[in-house]
């Protein structure tokens, strides 16, 4: 763990593991008759020997339900944690917290993925000047992921990201740019003026 166990962190830890953890493991043993210093080798543990009892008293829990009770519960509170977040992104304008719920999204860790919902929150931080939101923006209209494929928002997007000090944008605009008529180009750059106005 990296955490000597002279800190206030590792003590607490040697607790929980004492007084939670091995605790139940060994009324595991105690309740099925299973001799405790044996399955520890007497302070040498026969680790093959400690794995395989170890496994039963993961499978019991897993029977039991309490395993998936724990999971389901750290779901739960992970769910809550995410919407407080959002909420406090939305009630901020943070353009950093907004971009943020819509990594989360594209990304699909913590949560389920979902491209409709993170292409709507960076266009959120995209209305705060948010450089990474409107490149991500960019590469999703380019792509039509979480929206349809739209060449002229992508540079539009792109042109954006780029103004707002986001250098590696550039090489995406001028890349998008040689699929564009000067006409289309004329209109991204419209659009974008537009929404720098908003």
């Given at each position: 763990l990296m955490v000597s166990k002279n800190t206030s962190r590792g003590r607490r830890f040697l607790k929980d593991m004492r007084n939670k953890w091995c605790a139940d493991f060994n009324h595991f043993l105690s309740k099925n008759k299973i001799n405790s210093d044996k399955v520890w080798g007497f302070g040498k543990p026969d680790?093959?020997?400690?794995?395989?009892?170890?496994?039963?008293?993961?499978?019991?829990?897993?029977?039991?339900?309490?395993?998936?009770?724990?999971?389901?519960?750290?779901?739960?509170?992970?769910?809550q944690k995410f919407e407080e977040f959002k909420n406090?992104?939305?009630?901020?304008?943070s353009s950093n917290k907004l971009?943020?719920?819509g990594k989360r999204y594209f990304s699909g860790i913590?949560?389920?993925?979902?491209?409709?919902?993170?292409?709507?929150w960076f266009k959120k931080s995209a209305y705060y000047q948010n450089a990474n939101a409107q490149y991500f923006l960019g590469m999703m209209s380019e792509g039509g992921h979480g929206t349809e494929v739209n060449k002229?928002?992508?540079?539009?997007?792109?042109?954006l990201a780029y103004s707002n000090g986001l250098s590696k944008a550039l090489k995406?605009?001028?890349?998008?740019?040689?699929?564009?008529?000067?006409?289309?180009?004329?209109?991204?750059?419209?659009?974008?003026?537009?929404w720098t106005k908003k």
């Open positions: 680790v093959p020997y400690l794995l395989t009892v170890f496994e039963k008293y993961i499978n019991h829990h897993r029977k039991s339900g309490i395993a998936n009770d724990a999971v389901q519960e750290t779901k739960r509170e992970k769910f406090n992104a939305e009630q901020t304008k971009f943020l719920v913590g949560i389920k993925k979902n491209l409709k919902k993170a292409y709507t002229i928002e992508a540079y539009k997007w792109y042109h995406n605009k001028n890349n998008i740019a040689k699929s564009l008529s000067p006409t289309d180009i004329v209109e991204a750059i419209r659009r974008s003026k537009a």
